[in-house]
């Protein structure tokens, strides 16, 4: 596999060890870079959005890529397009803004932020969900602040 031909830079899950990272992590893929492509693990969360190390796990062999990572889809705010029904009484209504982020082993959280007297609250809790739930999600776009973008890969 050429440079040229790798995956676009963004969030991947590992589906086995690749580059001394086990599999079912939450990575970030950079694919260009000095000295070569490479793998980021996340350092912290911030309202429920992953920030990556600045050091990461420069890929020695790149062939191994498309069978060690998976695309994720985006950290950020969904509208629900239908009501969804966890069970045991939980549910969200169709047309209600979600934020979705993932935990250190890729797994996607749901988030149901609230409105109240201040603005919009995004609560520090969220409930593990399956991979599934994008089928009934469609992303909002959100203007980026670019001050927070320097505070991680991209």
Not at 43 to 58: L, P, T
Not at 87 to 107: C, D, K, M, P, T
Not at 126 to 139: E, H, M, N, Q, W
Request: glycine share 10%; with cysteine; hydrophobic share 35%.
């Amino acid at each position: 596999m050429t440079d040229s031909n790798l995956p676009p830079c963004g969030l991947y899950k590992t589906s086995q060890s690749i580059a001394g990272i086990p599999e079912d992590r939450l990575v970030y893929f950079h694919n260009h870079g000095d000295p070569g492509p490479g793998l980021y693990m996340p350092q912290q969360w911030i309202k429920n959005k992953a920030f990556f190390s600045q050091k990461g796990h420069v890929l020695d062999d790149v062939s191994q890529i498309d069978d060690a990572l998976v695309p994720l889809p985006a950290e950020g705010f969904y509208t629900t397009q239908q009501r969804l029904d966890f069970g045991e009484g939980y549910f969200v209504e169709s047309g209600v803004l979600v934020q979705i982020g993932y935990n250190g082993g890729a797994e996607p959280i749901l988030f149901i932020p609230t409105w109240n007297e201040v603005g919009l609250d995004l609560p520090e809790t969220g409930r593990k969900v399956s991979a599934t739930i994008f089928k009934d999600l469609s992303l909002v776009k959100v203007r980026h602040n670019m001050q927070l973008q320097d505070a991680t890969v991209h």
